[in-house]
């Protein structure tokens, strides 16, 4: 009984949990080392000036081609890391900007987030470098953003490839609308636990491993830092966006040659919680949802990846990449 008494007594001590465990990251992820060298450019938005960060990588056996990658909601440019390496050796020029809200760049107290301000402000850093043409790949969120990209700036965009993006179904047709006030009181409750379970139910639909374990820890480690608020009102902020400016109904303007790579096992969507069970088994179907879009965007392709989820580029990379860059050389 006494040894009994004696573990309870000092088990606490050794009970830490996983949050614990992760390096704390300050807002602007000042003390997280991207793969590669960040600059910064910055841009006059809604009577401030903001910092936007951006990596800008250029091979030695340049071969005159570019592309830009979006990144996601939940991710900032880092997560692009062995895409990059792999369209380098290839001879690509590869541009990874962090929108305004993500990873390096500003966290602004208050602004009014659209696809159109990212866009204008991407363009900006392409006209900053002197790019006149590129190709542009979005993920998830960056699908959106992507999209909106191609159909304001047709003559800059020679291709589009969207993996696994938002947005490829009307959010707001079955989901009761919440104000940026409920999404802020729900971002303030984020911490490693709470990402990795939505990540691994949604993204992974089940699965989990060291690699998404990475990235999930990546997003945890500013909910701890004394500003954390900002990037939660931030995040509520883009939800808004996202809920309300809806890209599916322009598919049928995209100009450019389009290349959608799905992986089919995905089950994302937004605001799954606030709807019925019957209305969310509906909801996130990527094996439906991919064959759909791909009808209703003017020549493109869809390539399928069975067994991955809404990361393809992190979980099946390999089956990503193949055909990424057979589609980009064409």
């Known amino acids: 009984m006494k040894k009994l008494k004696i573990i309870l007594l000092i088990l606490p001590f050794f009970c830490f949990s996983q949050q614990e465990k992760i390096k704390g990251l300050d807002i602007n992820l000042t003390n997280y080392e991207y793969p590669f060298p960040v600059r910064f450019l910055e841009v006059s938005n809604q009577r401030q000036l903001l910092k936007m960060a951006y990596m800008d990588i250029k091979p030695n056996n340049y071969n005159n081609r570019n592309i830009v990658l979006f990144h996601g909601k939940n991710f900032n440019g880092a997560y692009w890391e062995t895409t990059i390496k792999a369209l380098v050796k290839e001879g690509f020029r590869v541009i990874v900007p962090d929108q305004i809200g993500f990873g390096k760049s500003s966290k602004p107290d208050n602004f009014q987030y659209t696809f159109q301000q990212f866009a204008e402000n991407t363009k900006k850093i392409l006209d900053h470098l002197g790019i006149k043409k590129t190709a542009v790949l979005g993920h998830s969120m960056g699908g959106m953003l992507a999209t909106r990209f191609t159909l304001m700036y047709p003559e800059t965009v020679e291709k589009l490839v969207l993996e696994n993006p938002i947005g490829l179904e009307d ?12 999404w802020y009181e729900s971002e ?3 911490n490693y636990e709470a990402i990795k379970k939505y990540q691994m139910m949604n993204y992974y639909d089940g699965k989990w491993n060291a690699d998404f374990q990475k990235w999930a820890e990546l997003g945890a480690g500013w909910t701890s830092d004394p500003n954390y608020k900002i990037v939660a009102w931030n995040s509520a902020l883009m939800y808004d966006m996202i809920f309300t400016q809806p890209v599916l109904y322009e598919f049928k303007n995209i100009k450019s040659a389009t290349l959608l790579i799905i992986g089919t096992r995905d089950k994302t969507a937004l605001g799954k919680p606030l709807v019925s069970e019957e209305v969310r088994k ?9 064959k759909k879009t791909q009808k209703a965007i003017p020549n493109s392709e869809l390539v399928e990846i069975a067994n991955t989820g809404h990361l393809p580029h992190i979980e099946s990379f390999d089956q990503f990449i193949k055909p990424l860059i057979v589609f980009l050389k064409q």
């Open 188 to 190: 303030l409750k984020q």
């Open 171 to 182: 959010w707001k047709l079955v989901v009761p609308y919440k104000p940026v006030d409920w």
């Open 282 to 290: 509906k909801m996130g179907n990527y094996v439906e949802l991919g």
